[in-house]
């Protein structure tokens, strides 16, 4: 399952909703995107806990991400719009 940015604003704030979100996120999708935003924070300091979590939701599906969002520059696995 890929969110959008609706669930994550959910996920994040802990809504009703983020919590239905949350019991379908993977667990190891979770992990992942923690230790990409700790190394990626260092980078960018605005680099955010939701773009950690777009990148590694990506790739769990082996899939790309097409964004327009500078803080993906540096991600292989990104198309910069």
Known sequence: ML???F???EYF???KK?????????EK?????AKIHAENKVKTPDFGLA????????????MMV?????HFKNFEDAVIL
């Open 51 to 62: 773009d950690a979590f777009i990148i590694a939701s990506a790739r769990s599906r082996k």
């Open 3 to 5: 969110l959008d940015s």
């Open 13 to 15: 704030m802990g809504t």
């Open 29 to 33: 999708i979770s992990v992942d995107a």
């Open 18 to 26: 983020g919590e239905k979100v949350k019991r379908l996120v993977d």
């Open 7 to 9: 669930a994550w604003m």
């Open 66 to 70: 097409l964004t327009g969002d500078p």
